[in-house]
């Protein structure tokens, strides 16, 4: 029985291959004070409205982000990038995730709602959440497993967009960190 396929390649010695230096994972920006949380909730989204939020990503600093969203169903959930708006909407709280520190860093990522959008700008992800059918009605959650990369200066904006024919209940949320 062999211990391991594991064959050392020419020249280089155990130590060398075991030395490596691992990625900073979510815990260590959060521990770091560097990583932040930003939702909407609607109790009764209409039908045929949208619940969005615009990330507007500070000039110095790229933001790697996460977007979620659970909803009672029938809710297209699109990802725009370049958006035009004529006013950014309501600032929602940058909340940072290390409640230990203080003071805690703030944000350069700004985030808002009930933007007044022009043009969307290009569509990035489409997603659904479906609804179910007469007695099998539900809602569901979706959640993007990769992080998004956005550009330093760039806007983007989350959408939700109810096609139930029914007000729904729609949580929006959006997690991320920043780096140079």
């Not at 860093?105 to 992800?125: E, Q």
């Not at 806007?155 to 729609?170: P, S, T």
């Amino acid at each position: 029985m062999s211990q391991s396929n594991f064959k050392k390649p020419e020249g280089k010695s155990i130590n060398d291959i075991a030395h490596f230096t691992a990625p900073i994972g979510p815990h260590q920006r959060i521990h770091e004070g560097n990583m932040y949380e930003a939702c909407i909730y609607a109790s009764a989204l209409a039908d045929n409205a949208n619940l969005s939020i615009l990330v507007r990503v500070g000039a110095n600093l790229e933001a790697h982000l996460l977007s979620r969203i659970a909803a009672g169903g029938d809710v297209e959930f699109e990802v725009w990038e370049t958006p035009t708006f004529v006013n950014p909407g309501t600032a929602l709280d940058e909340i940072n995730l290390n409640r230990e520190i203080d003071p805690r860093p703030i944000a350069t990522t700004t985030t808002f709602f009930n933007a007044s959008v022009t043009t969307t700008g290009a569509l990035i992800h489409h997603d659904l959440i479906p609804g179910g059918m007469a007695g099998i009605a539900q809602g569901g959650s979706s959640a993007r497993g990769a992080e998004w990369n956005l550009a330093k200066g760039g806007d983007y904006l989350l959408r939700a967009h109810n096609r139930r024919g029914a007000n729904k209940i729609v949580v929006l949320g959006i997690i991320w960190y920043e780096h140079e």
